[in-house]
């Protein structure tokens, strides 16, 4: 498994933008990658996800045309760009793997990931 950590969380107010990385210990393109995320007192909801090369994307209903996921494989890390914060994009944000050899992509469902992050935290204002 590989070890992640996330960071780029703050404060901000509704309408401003943060962007996360999530870094990998270890060689992560051979893994499909996504960002989750859990406010307080919900469950922890599936935000985007991204394949191993970077081609593939899935966003959330909620995050669609506001957020954007990529990866640098590179540098074995991935972002979320996070544009026109909502007070309900408040939570703790995620970051998951799992290795994908091909076949059926995973989508935005925790059972689906192996590996993940301790969060950081994102706090919008109104």
Do not use: H
Not at 9 to 30: F, H
Not at 57 to 85: E, I, P
Not at 86 to 110: M, N, Q
């Amino acid at each position: 498994q590989l070890q992640l950590m996330e960071s780029g969380g703050g404060s901000v107010q509704a309408g401003g933008s943060l962007r996360l990385s999530c870094v990998a210990s270890s060689y992560s393109a051979t893994n499909y990658m996504a960002w989750f995320r859990q406010a307080t007192g919900r469950e922890r909801e599936g935000v985007a996800c991204i394949s191993n090369g970077g081609g593939s994307t899935t966003y959330a209903d909620s995050v669609k045309g506001r957020f954007t996921v990529s990866r640098d494989n590179s540098r074995n890390t991935m972002y979320l760009q996070m544009n026109n914060l909502k007070p309900e994009d408040t939570g703790i944000y995620y970051c998951a793997a799992v290795p994908w050899p091909g076949g059926e992509r995973p989508s935005l469902y925790e059972y689906e990931y192996t590996s993940w992050g301790q969060g950081t935290q994102v706090t919008v204002s109104s």
